[in-house]
């Protein structure tokens, strides 16, 4: 089966190198010209830097307030994702696995206790920093997709990119922006449904526009709650493929919520949630 699975998955995705090359072309374009020379002006200067954690949650706790008492739910949790890994949190319902994916992607904020995304504390942003910091460095994928329904698939995936700049800006990358949103959906098996709306689509479909979209503006991490939660076990088992076959071939960092023990084994790193703590398991 798993054989199976990748051999379809890898047929459909040819371009993921491609994705790489497009991007540094935006990139290379909006750089400084002169930072990236050596002092003689000759190739770039490699730095060797040991590489931190990608992302850091250091003795974080939060508590929900319900009716007049508070629930703490995270209570000093400590965790890290290793670059280039992915990292899968397993725990029961009710432990906090969505809470800490949203203190991660800061989407909320934790009573105490610290984020960090590489050598940046990112807890303490102001909520205009956090929404460029959500946008230009994370991509994130839910159980249900959240997609919109009224725009089609290719229109789906370009949607953060257009969000996260200037409608002069966009206009003048419109095309590399279109061209990379086709390479993705090629990537995802997806691109002979562009124009398709999404009730059109099946649950591992709607999964997989929504990895695309959440590769848009090449994010250097992917934080997934349930991403298999809503879908039978051979399309889950596809969608993990999918994501593997990414953090293979272009080094994604992925941290990755679920409940499915068969997915969680197959992650480099393993972490369970109990007691508003953090176990770690592999
Ligand atoms: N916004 C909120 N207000 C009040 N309580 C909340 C809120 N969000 C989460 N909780 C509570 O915090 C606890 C942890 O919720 P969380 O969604 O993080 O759990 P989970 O491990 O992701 O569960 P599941 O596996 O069911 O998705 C639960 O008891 C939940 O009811
Ligand atoms: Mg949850």
Redesign the pocket.
């Known amino acids: 089966m798993n054989s199976l699975v990748k051999k379809a998955t890898s047929q459909n995705q040819p371009s993921i190198g491609k994705l790489r090359v497009v991007h540094a072309e935006m990139d290379a374009e909006n750089a400084p010209r002169s930072t990236s020379t050596s002092s003689n002006g000759s190739s770039p200067r490699l730095q060797i830097t040991e590489k931190p954690s990608m992302i850091v949650a250091k003795d974080v706790t939060k508590s929900?307030?319900?009716h007049k008492t508070s629930?703490a739910?995270l209570k000093g949790v400590d965790f890290s994702a290793e670059h280039g890994k992915i990292t899968a949190i397993v725990?029961?319902?009710?432990?906090?696995?969505?809470?800490?994916?949203?203190l991660l992607g800061t989407l909320d904020r934790p009573d105490s206790g610290e984020i960090w995304f590489a050598e940046e504390r990112i807890d303490n942003l102001s909520s205009r920093k956090r929404d460029a910091f959500r946008n230009q460095q994370l991509g994130m994928i839910f159980?249900f997709y959240h997609l919109l329904p009224e725009l089609t698939l290719l229109e789906n995936i370009i949607a953060p990119a257009m969000i996260g700049q200037s409608v002069f800006s966009y206009l003048r990358n419109r095309s590399k922006i279109i061209e990379r949103a086709k390479a993705l959906s090629e990537m995802v098996g997806l691109s002979h449904r562009l124009n398709h709306k999404p009730n059109e689509l099946s649950g591992g479909e709607m999964q997989r526009t929504a990895i695309a979209r959440a590769l848009i503006t090449d994010p250097k991490l992917l934080l997934a709650?349930?991403p298999t939660g809503n879908l039978d076990q051979e399309s889950g088992q596809s969608i993990l493929q999918l994501l593997k076959n990414l953090n293979e071939e272009t080094g994604l960092t992925i941290v990755m919520?679920t409940?499915d023990e068969n997915i969680a084994q197959q992650c480099d790193s393993l972490i369970r949630?109990k007691g508003g703590k953090v176990e770690r398991l592999k």
């Open positions: 929900y307030r319900r629930v739910v725990g029961q319902s009710g432990s906090g696995k969505s809470t800490l994916l949203h159980q709650d349930e919520v409940h949630l």
